[in-house]
C-alpha cells in the first residue's frame, strides 16, 4: 500500500464526519462544477451564442481534463493528496466565478470552463485515489469499499449539479448566474473541511515518473479496459448531449427542462446501477465489464431508433439505459485497474483511466461534424456497431491473464 503520512483523524473529524468526508466533499462539488454546464448548453443557444461557440465551450472543458487527468496523479504522489485536491478545489470555485461573468464576454466562460475540467480532472485522479486510500485505513471496511465511495460522491456530484443548474436556471431569476453562484457556495463550504482531511501519502519520498504508468502495458488493461473506458463517458454524451437535440423543437419552451431532465435520469440511473455492478463483478473474468458494454449496446441501437423517430419518449428510455450502462462501466473497470495496479502508480493511472473515459465526451461533437455527410439515426447505428465490436474483443479475453490472487 502506498506509504502514509499521518493517519490519525484529521480535527474535526468526528463520528458523524469520518475520515473520508473532506476528500468526498471535494469530488462532490468539483463533479457538480464539472456538469452543471452540460443543461444549460440550450440556454446558451437560445440567448444567441452560435451552436460553434457552444460547442467551442463544451470543448474547453477537455482541453483542461486531459492534461489535468494525466499529470494530477503523479503531482499527489509527489506532494500528497491533500493539497493537491485543495488546489482542484480551488480552482474549481474560481471556474464558477469566472462562467458567472459570461454576459460580460464569452472570453470569461470559455477561462472558467477550462479551469473546470483542470477541477475535475483532480477530483477524478486524486480525490478518488484519496477516498480509497482512506478507506483502506479503516480495518472493518471491505476491500472495494472505497473505490465504490469515491465512484459514487463523482456521480452523485456530475447527477445533482446540473439537475439543480436546470431547475434554477429554467424557473429561477439570473439563469446566467444564479446556478453558479449555488455551486460556489458550496465549494466555499467544502474548502474548510479539504484543508483538514487526513494526508495518505509522505510527501517527496515518490521519486518524479516520466511516461504512462507501467500498467497501461498489463494486457488487461489493453484488452479489457481500453476498449470499454471510451464509452464510460461517450454514453454519457449520447444520452445528455445528443439526445436533447434531436428532439427540442418539439418540446417548445420546455426543452431546457426536457435537457435537464436526461441529464438527471441518466446520472442517476448510473448511481442507482452502481451497487448492482459490484455484485456482477469477479476477480476471475470481466462479467462486470462484458455487462456494461451489453448494456450500453442496447442503448445506442435505442439511440438511433429514437434519431430515426424523434420521440421525447424514447430518447428518455435512451437515456436511462445509456445511464446505467454508464454506472456499471466506471465501477467495473475502476474494480478492474485495482486489481491489476501497482499501489505506487495507482493515482496516476486512475489519471490515465479517466483521460480514456473523457475521450467519449468528444462523440457530440465528432457526430455533429459527420452529420452533414450522414444523419443521426446512421450515424449512432454505426456507434451500436463499433461498441459490439469492443464488446467482443472484452469477451474474447474476459479470463485471461488474470492477476495473482
Known sequence: MTATADRAPAPGVTATRPAWFPAAAAVFVCGWGGNQFTPLLVMYQSAGYSAFTVDTLLGAYVLGLVPGLLLSGSLSTRFGRRPVMLAGTALSLLASMLIALGPLGVGWIASGRFLTGVAVAVA????????????????????????????????????????????????????????????????????????RGTETVAAGRAPARRGLPGTTRHPRFRRIILPMAPW?????????????????????????????LLTVCAIGAGVGVQPIAKRIDRATSARAVLTGMTVLCAGLVL???????????LALVTALVLGTAYGIAVVSGLLELQRIARPDEIAELTGVYYALAYLGFLLPSALAALSGVAGYPLLLGCLAVLALAGTLVVARHSRRHLPAA
Open 124 to 195: 477524478m485522479a486524486v480525490g478518488s485515489t484519496w477516498i480509497k486510500e482512506l478507506a483502506e485505513l479503516d480495518p472493518l471496511a471491505a476491500g472495494d469499499l472505497g473505490t465504490r465511495r469515491a465512484a459514487l460522491c463523482l456521480t452523485l456530484g456530475l447527477g445533482v449539479g446540473p439537475g439543480v443548474a436546470g431547475v434554477l436556471a429554467q424557473w429561477g431569476p439570473w439563469p446566467m448566474v444564479l446556478p453558479y453562484l449555488v455551486h460556489i457556495g458550496l465549494t466555499m463550504v467544502a474548502l474548510p473541511y479539504v484543508t
Open 232 to 260: 464510460i463517458f461517450g454514453s454519457c454524451g449520447v444520452a445528455y448531449a445528443i439526445m436533447p437535440q434531436l428532439v427540442h423543437d418539439r418540446l417548445g419552451s420546455w426543452s431546457l427542462g426536457y435537457s435537464t
Open 303 to 313: 439511440s438511433a431508433l429514437a434519431a430515426a423517430s424523434r420521440s421525447p419518449w
